[in-house]
């Protein structure tokens, strides 16, 4: 599966907005972009996926790098509750959608 | 979204006995399952994918003798620790994906403790 790269940690401010990059700079064609966050105590969740738009849902957007490489889960006002790991994770239909397969990720703390 | 949901929640054992954590999908049929674990500040690792009616397939170094995985139905993966020891201490996740999806879906985690 190709890396992603993301920064240990990051802070944000309650009711500020949070960019969460991910550089991807080995993604093949077919490779999706996903990310997932987990909050503490907890089994991860889903929060959004794409392959080249930008996407939006009720949770959060992502914004894709137009060669792909790098892409940025964008929080668009930041609540306690979503401090949590956020993983960026590349997953291929082809070859590996079966597995989630899990990096580092960022914790993201939101602070009062 | 599909609800995933793992019992116990939290399981205290004696070191040397066996403990089994159940998954289930509830409204929905898995027909792949995994288990993740997951040490303090570190995050999720692969230990085996289950596939209903078939032998698990197990991540490398991971004992299968040790950790049990039964996928008996489409609906219900087990995990066994067997011979539990303080170091298999940890957080036990697993997740499903229904047959045709793509998304996985994680259910809420298993604290296991061994004294």
């Known amino acids: 599966d190709a890396k992603t790269t993301q920064p240990n940690s990051m802070e944000s401010n309650e009711e500020e907005p949070v960019h969460l990059p991910c550089n991807h700079s080995t993604i093949s064609g077919t490779d999706y972009i996903h990310w997932y966050r987990q909050l503490p105590s907890q089994g991860p969740e889903y929060v959004i996926h794409g392959l080249t738009s930008n996407v939006n849902n009720r949770m959060a957007s992502l914004a894709i790098a137009e060669d792909r490489k790098s892409s940025t889960l964008i929080l668009h006002r930041a609540t306690l509750r979503d401090a949590a790991v956020y993983y960026c994770?590349?997953?291929?239909?082809?070859?590996?959608?079966?597995?989630?397969?899990f990096g580092p990720g960022t914790s993201l703390s939101v602070i009062p | 979204g599909a609800v995933v949901s793992q019992h116990p929640s939290w399981v205290i054992c004696k070191s040397g006995t066996s403990v089994k954590i159940e998954c289930r999908s509830l409204d929905f049929q898995a027909t792949t399952m995994f288990w993740y674990r997951q040490f303090p500040k570190q995050s999720l690792m692969l230990m085996a994918t289950s596939n209903e009616g078939s032998k698990a397939t197990y991540e490398q170094g991971v004992e299968k003798d040790k950790f049990l995985i039964n996928h008996a139905s489409l609906t219900l993966s087990t995990l066994t620790v067997t011979s539990a020891h303080p170091e298999d201490s940890s957080f036990y996740i697993c997740?499903?994906?229904?047959?045709?999806?793509?998304?996985?879906?994680f259910g809420q985690g298993t604290r296991l403790t061994v004294v």
């Open positions: 997740s499903a994906r229904f047959q045709g999806g793509t998304e996985a879906f």
């Open positions: 994770i590349l997953r291929d239909p082809k070859t590996s959608y079966d597995k989630v397969i």
